[in-house]
């Protein structure tokens, strides 16, 4: 079993920076990959990131790239989202999540996942 805890959203204005962590346990969590995904009223869950616990291998979702930046410290079983420049179109619930397979760019190949962290962006 595994557990993720996300935190540090909250309420920003437009042009701010963000960075959420995601606090992972659990046995072997080192054997998944780990992404992040957001999604905003109305909206589907959107892929933004994914990387591997050492730090090898990341990927970004469409547009993401420059704007997200996903890092992994081992050595607290952390995963970060820095998040940049932040925008109105940005406001969203964001996940954490584990999968078994890299590069695991889909929510469907995510078995676990945590309760969320709220970004609003005022304007």
């Known amino acids: 079993q595994v557990q993720l805890v996300e935190s540090g959203g909250g309420l920003v204005q437009a042009g701010a920076s963000l960075r959420l962590s995601c606090a992972a346990s659990g046995r072997t969590i080192d054997r998944y990959v780990m992404g992040w995904f957001r999604q905003a009223p109305g909206k589907e869950r959107e892929f933004v990131a994914s990387?591997?616990?050492?730090?090898?291998?990341?990927s970004y979702g469409d547009s993401m790239k420059g704007q997200f930046t996903i890092s992994s410290d081992n050595a607290n079983n952390t995963v970060y989202l820095q998040i940049h420049s932040l925008e109105s179109e940005d406001t969203a619930v964001y996940y954490c999540?584990?999968?078994?397979?890299?590069?695991?760019?889909?929510?469907?190949?995510?078995?676990?996942w945590g309760q969320g962290t709220q970004i609003t962006v005022s304007s």
């Open positions: 999540a584990a999968a078994h397979r890299w590069p695991a760019v889909s929510a469907l190949d995510y078995i676990y």
């Open positions: 990387i591997t616990w050492d730090g090898g291998m990341t």
